[in-house]
């Protein structure tokens, strides 16, 4: 809360749409502490819920069991491709060349990217995908208004492989406070699976 507050003495505001807590993982040099609740101890002690959860969510990365009556807004629901090799490990499959988004995109003449877009939508999150060409913006902003069919809706929603692109591994440290991707995610249904595997 003193954070948000500097953050609206800085901006000279009093009042914020919303307040977005990037990768909120704590500092254990700083804190002296060990990793903070996770959002069920938010959840617990907080006054006001939390409106919005950003959280990385695509096709190869549902994130199903994050309900709650929360919002959920995708990052990465593309499957970040310009990070490969930067933000994740070697291997991590690819969303745009999956198989069956390819031949759901190819069957409605469209990208991957709109199709992947429309997924999101359709399931109820809101999504955030970046582009850097205009064309990409237009064409993913459209994509957001429709309605996939059901059957390739499901085959994307049943897709086996599930693998964070983004999995905070640049947090883990030896000293702590997280030495494991596990006690980073803190829940044992998030670590890194892959049908490729
Ligand atoms: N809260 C967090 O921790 C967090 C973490 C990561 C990201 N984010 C947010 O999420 C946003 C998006 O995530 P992201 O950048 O990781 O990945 P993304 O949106 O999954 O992927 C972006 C990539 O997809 C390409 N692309 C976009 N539209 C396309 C289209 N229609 N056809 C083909 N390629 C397309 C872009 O290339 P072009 O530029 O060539 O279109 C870019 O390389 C970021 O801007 C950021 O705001 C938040």
């Not at 307040?19 to 069920?40: A, C």
């Not at 929360?70 to 991590?92: C, D, K, Q, W």
């Not at 990409?136 to 390739?152: K, Q, T």
């Not at 883990?172 to 890194?192: A, F, I, M």
Request: proline share 8%; charged share 25%; aromatic share 8%.
């Amino acid at each position: 809360m003193n954070v948000c507050r500097k953050s609206l003495q800085r901006l000279g505001l009093d009042y914020l749409d919303e307040y977005l807590i990037h990768w909120p993982v704590v500092d254990g040099q700083k804190s002296g502490s060990g990793p903070d609740p996770p959002l069920e101890g938010i959840l617990d002690a907080c006054t006001i819920r939390p409106a919005i959860n950003q959280v990385e969510a695509h096709p190869y990365w549902r994130n199903d069991k994050l309900e709650r009556g929360i919002h959920v807004t995708a990052y990465s629901p593309l499957g970040s491709p310009h990070t490969a090799g930067f933000f994740n490990r070697e291997g991590t499959p690819v969303l745009s060349q999956d198989p069956t988004l390819c031949a759901i995109a190819e069957r409605h003449g469209c990208s991957p990217a709109e199709v992947a877009v429309a997924w999101a939508v359709q399931r109820g999150t809101s999504c955030l995908p970046k582009s850097t060409k205009e064309e990409h913006l237009r064409s993913n902003l459209a994509a957001a208004s429709w309605r996939l069919p059901e059957d390739d809706f499901q085959a994307l929603s049943d897709l086996e492989t599930q693998c964070r692109m983004l999995d905070g591994a640049w947090f883990l440290s030896p000293e702590g406070p997280y030495r494991t991707l596990e006690e980073l995610w803190d829940t044992e249904h998030e670590v890194q699976t892959s049908s490729k595997e």
